[in-house]
């Protein structure tokens, strides 16, 4: 599960950039911008640094800058209605120091500290927010800003807006530490269905198993085997929602060693049984 580092391009110059979502790719990613995400015709689940969650119409969330993130879109018949989404990302030196340090924008400077475990909104606040997304794609300059700065009123106002990420995560931009991780990470990820002991990953990442207990819970947030464990149980959602296998085989195509382990943490992480799971998408 390597974050990828994708460049996001400003065709206009600006430090702005408002589009529709169209593809359903789920690329776990990381980027310096920050980035508002509005999903209007779409759901799956969607992954913000350590959050795993279950996502619906009308979802909004904002994420600030390297945070590893993607979203993982249910596809009936392999396909998703065009412009199923919009997303934004802006920098945050185009809106500059001496404007944040402005008293009329305490509020967003807090919003933007707060966004650094990501942040998700009522779909009330969504729906409200829907006409300015689209007032910023479809505009330019001046008009495009106004746009920005009411979506961020909204967020600001939001009382019902509450961060994805748990307390003690935060994962700043290393290159040394972030090598290190993206090669725990891709070994995880092309092994996640074998057993992989501490001892294991640990030989990965070139440290002790003591020592990488310690910097993957900073780095990561969560502990290495909790960790697994949602990479397996998220692989097993997907299989669950969309093919037939039988729940003794997904269990064990995804690296659980028994049955009964995989129902209590698919139902630790899911809040219900594999089973009921698969039923809400029949």
Same mark, same amino acid.
């Given at each position: 599960m390597i974050a990828e580092l994708e460049k996001i391009s400003y065709d206009d110059g600006g430090g702005f950039r408002a589009e529709y979502i169209n593809d359903v790719t789920g690329l776990w990613h990381f980027h310096p911008e920050y980035e508002l995400v509005l999903s209007i015709?779409?759901?799956?689940?969607?992954?913000?640094?350590?959050?795993?969650e279950l996502f619906d119409q009308y979802d909004m969330v904002m994420v600030a800058g390297?945070?590893?993130?993607?979203?993982?879109?249910? /596809?009936? !018949?392999?396909?998703?209605?065009?412009?199923?989404?919009?997303?934004?990302?802006?920098?945050?030196?185009?809106?500059?120091?001496?404007?944040?340090?402005?008293?009329?924008?305490?509020?967003?400077? *807090?919003?933007?500290? !707060?966004? !650094?475990?990501?942040?998700?909104?009522?779909?009330?606040?969504?729906?409200y927010a829907e006409k300015y997304f689209i007032q910023m794609i479809d505009s330019k300059g001046i008009e495009k800003m106004i746009g920005f700065f009411n979506i961020i009123n909204?967020?600001?106002?939001? /009382?019902?807006?509450?961060?994805?990420?748990?307390?003690? @995560?935060?994962?700043?931009?290393? *290159?040394?530490?972030?090598?290190?991780?993206?090669?725990? @990470?891709?070994y995880i990820r092309e092994n996640y269905f074998k057993p992989i002991s501490l001892e294991k990953i640990s030989k990965v990442a070139?440290?002790?198993?003591?020592?990488?207990?310690?910097?993957?819970?900073?780095?990561?947030?969560?502990?290495?085997? *909790?960790?697994?464990n949602r990479v397996?149980?998220?692989?097993?959602?997907?299989?669950? /929602?969309?093919? !037939?296998?039988?729940?003794n085989d997904i269990a064990n195509e995804c690296g659980f060693a028994s049955i009964s382990n995989f129902n209590k943490q698919f139902r630790k992480n899911e809040g219900i049984s594999p089973r009921d799971y698969r039923a809400q998408f029949k």
């Amino acid at each position: 599960m390597i974050a990828e580092l994708e460049k996001i391009s400003y065709d206009d110059g600006g430090g702005f950039r408002a589009e529709y979502i169209n593809d359903v790719t789920g690329l776990w990613h990381f980027h310096p911008e920050y980035e508002l995400v509005l999903s209007i015709k779409s759901n799956g689940t969607r992954i913000i640094g350590d959050s795993v969650e279950l996502f619906d119409q009308y979802d909004m969330v904002m994420v600030a800058g390297n945070i590893p993130h993607c979203w993982n879109y249910y /596809r009936p !018949e392999n396909n998703l209605p065009e412009k199923h989404g919009i997303i934004l990302h802006f920098k945050l030196s185009s809106i500059g120091d001496a404007l944040l340090s402005q008293h009329e924008l305490h509020c967003f400077k *807090e919003l933007l500290n !707060e966004a !650094e475990r990501g942040l998700v909104f009522s779909v009330d606040d969504a729906k409200y927010a829907e006409k300015y997304f689209i007032q910023m794609i479809d505009s330019k300059g001046i008009e495009k800003m106004i746009g920005f700065f009411n979506i961020i009123n909204i967020m600001c106002q939001s /009382r019902k807006r509450s961060c994805l990420c748990s307390d003690n @995560y935060k994962l700043a931009y290393d *290159e040394r530490g972030n090598k290190r991780m993206s090669n725990v @990470y891709t070994y995880i990820r092309e092994n996640y269905f074998k057993p992989i002991s501490l001892e294991k990953i640990s030989k990965v990442a070139r440290m002790s198993p003591v020592s990488f207990s310690r910097y993957f819970k900073k780095s990561c947030g969560a502990g290495f085997v *909790e960790y697994l464990n949602r990479v397996r149980t998220n692989k097993a959602g997907y299989l669950l /929602r969309e093919t !037939e296998y039988q729940v003794n085989d997904i269990a064990n195509e995804c690296g659980f060693a028994s049955i009964s382990n995989f129902n209590k943490q698919f139902r630790k992480n899911e809040g219900i049984s594999p089973r009921d799971y698969r039923a809400q998408f029949k």
